[in-house]
T-cell receptor, first 113, second 115 residues
Framework: GESVGLHLPTLSVQEGDNSIINCAYS??????FIWYKQESGKGPQFIID?????DKRQGQRVTVLLNKTVKHLSLQIAATQPGDSAVYFC????????????FGRGTSLIVHP | GAGVSQSPSNKVTEKGKDVELRCDPI?????LYWYRQSLGQGLEFLIY????????KSGLPSDRFSAERTGGSVSTLTIQRTQQEDSAVYLC?????????????FGSGTQLSVL
C-alpha cells in the first residue's frame, strides 16, 4: 500500500504484480513530462516521456498516462521485478519559458520477491 | 563511459569551510543543470547553463552559492562558508540543446555532509 508524510510516499508490491505510480503536477502550462528512475546511490535515469498532445504512451513494460484535465500523470509498470525497486520521479516542463524541468517529490517502489 | 561525471562522489567538510563540486557533462551537450536533493525529498533546481552563460540562477539558495562553466564543458558549483543545512546530494545533469523538450542525463551526484 501507500504511505505519505515526512518520508517519501512508498508503494510496496509483490514480484509479478503490476505497479501504478501517480504524480500530480501543478503548472497548467506544462506540456512535456518525463518519468525518471533513481536507484540507490545513482542519479535519475530516463524511463519514458510524453507530450501534452498525447494521452498515453507505451514503452517496454511501462505505460505513461496523462490526464490534462486534472493535471495528473501515472506510470504503469507491468510484471514488476525486483530490479524495478527504486525511487520514481515525474518531471514537468513548460514550453515558452525556460524549459527547465520541475521535479515531483518522488515515490519509492519496493518490490518483494 | 561517456556519461555525466561528478567529483568528488562524497565530501565531508566542517561548518564554515568552502567546498567545490565538479561536473563533467556529456561531450557536446550545450545545457547543464545543477539540482540539490535532500534526504527523502525531490530535486530542487539550483542553476542552469546554456553554453557558458547562466540565464537562470533563480534556484541558488543564498549568495554563498555560486557556479561557473568554462569552455562550454566543465562546471563547478562552489558553496562558501558551508552550513549544516547544505548537507545534501548535489546532482548535475546535461542535455544536448537546452530550451527545448528533451530529457536530461544525470551524474551520480556528490554527497555533501557538513559537520
Amino acid at each position: 500500500g501507500e504511505s505519505v508524510g515526512l518520508h517519501l510516499p512508498t508503494l510496496s508490491v509483490q514480484e509479478g504484480d503490476n505497479s501504478i505510480i501517480n504524480c500530480a503536477y501543478s503548472n497548467s502550462a506544462s506540456d512535456y513530462f518525463i518519468w525518471y528512475k533513481q536507484e540507490s546511490g545513482k542519479g535519475p535515469q530516463f524511463i519514458i516521456d510524453i507530450r501534452s498532445n498525447m494521452d498515453k504512451r507505451q514503452g517496454q513494460r511501462v505505460t505513461v498516462l496523462l490526464n490534462k484535465t486534472v493535471k495528473h500523470l501515472s506510470l504503469q509498470i507491468a510484471a514488476t521485478q525486483p530490479g524495478d525497486s527504486a525511487v520514481y520521479f515525474c518531471a514537468e516542463t513548460a514550453s515558452g519559458g525556460s524549459y527547465i524541468p520541475t521535479f515531483g517529490r518522488g515515490t519509492s517502489l519496493i518490490v518483494h520477491p | 563511459g561517456a556519461g555525466v561525471s561528478q567529483s568528488p562522489s562524497n565530501k565531508v567538510t566542517e561548518k564554515g569551510k568552502d567546498v567545490e563540486l565538479r561536473c563533467d557533462p556529456i561531450s557536446g551537450h550545450t545545457a547543464l543543470y545543477w539540482y540539490r536533493q535532500s534526504l527523502g525529498q525531490g530535486l530542487e533546481f539550483l542553476i542552469y547553463f546554456q553554453g557558458n552563460s547562466a540565464p537562470d540562477k533563480s534556484g541558488l539558495p543564498s549568495d554563498r552559492f555560486s557556479a561557473e562553466r568554462t569552455g562550454g564543458s566543465v562546471s563547478t558549483l562552489t558553496i562558501q562558508r558551508t552550513q549544516q543545512e547544505d548537507s545534501a546530494v548535489y546532482l548535475c545533469a546535461s542535455s544536448p540543446q537546452g530550451r527545448i523538450r528533451e530529457k536530461l542525463f544525470f551524474g551520480s551526484g556528490t554527497q555533501l555532509s557538513v559537520l
